[in-house]
């Protein structure tokens, strides 16, 4: 079971440049995030969905997009990479049994550098 | 939005001391996570607690869920160098698994 995968682990992008942050699940979780982390700032939800098609603006959506075509896969999208998206990128996912939602399971990180 | 306090930032301690911090929150949750980042990887769930007042135990790892469902604490008793990591607080409500994250503690142990 590889769980949550992320590609790229790294990557360096020119200001204005774009590029989208693969993440791919194999638990067949319902529930999937984006999130980014900054020093010292903890972890910013970015985009979530519910399930295939279904997508919501977390709480720092500006300059990303997302989308969830199919329960594996939920690609997060920059348009116009600015500085201020320098950050680490976690996607995860999670599952729903009844009224209990399970803790997610996080990929290991995309660390995006805008110059 | 809702915030989650989370205390203290940073603890340097002995090897075989104990550890406690602790997450604080205006807001009511229904369930709290606490997690373990390791440098360079994602963070990983340590222990879920679901009901107020429950306390749960992973190993040499405590947790509970406040009677007041505004807070949670976590104590690590007899640390050792693998110890060494930020912890994560996270609440969690609602209908869609949404998480809110606490700003980390960075614990460092020294041997």
């Known amino acids: 079971n590889a769980g949550v995968t992320q590609t790229p682990k790294f990557r360096i992008l020119k200001i204005g440049q774009s590029m989208t942050l693969q993440c791919t699940q194999d638990?067949?979780?319902?529930?999937m995030y984006w999130y980014r982390q900054d020093p010292g700032m903890g972890l910013k939800l970015i985009y979530y969905?519910?399930?295939?098609?279904?997508?919501d603006k977390g709480e720092v959506p500006n300059g990303y997009n997302v989308s969830r075509s199919t329960t594996e896969d939920f690609p997060l999208r920059l348009e116009l990479a600015a500085p201020s998206q320098t950050s680490v990128y976690f996607c995860?996912?999670?599952?729903?049994?009844?009224?209990?939602?399970?803790?997610?399971?996080f990929g290991s990180g995309t660390r995006l550098t805008v110059v | 939005g809702q915030q989650l306090n989370q205390s203290p930032q940073s603890m340097f301690i002995q090897e075989g001391e104990d550890v406690s911090m602790n997450c604080t929150s205006s807001?009511?949750?229904?369930?709290w996570l606490w997690y373990k980042q390791d440098p360079g990887e994602g963070p990983v769930l340590l222990i879920a607690?679901?009901?107020?007042?429950e306390l749960t135990s992973n190993g040499r790892l405590t947790a509970q869920f406040g009677i007041t469902r505004k807070d949670s604490f976590l104590n690590i008793s007899a640390s050792i160098p693998s110890d060494v990591g930020i912890y994560f607080c996270?609440?969690?409500?609602?209908?869609?698994?949404?998480?809110?994250f606490g700003q980390g503690t960075t614990l460092q142990v020294k041997p």
């Open positions: 996270a609440g969690g409500s609602g209908n869609t698994g949404k998480l809110i």
């Open positions: 638990m067949n979780h319902n529930y």
């Open positions: 807001s009511i949750f229904n369930t």
């Open positions: 995860a996912s999670s599952h729903r049994d009844r009224s209990l939602y399970y803790g997610y399971t």
């Open positions: 969905s519910v399930g295939a098609g279904i997508t």
């Open positions: 607690l679901y009901k107020a007042g």
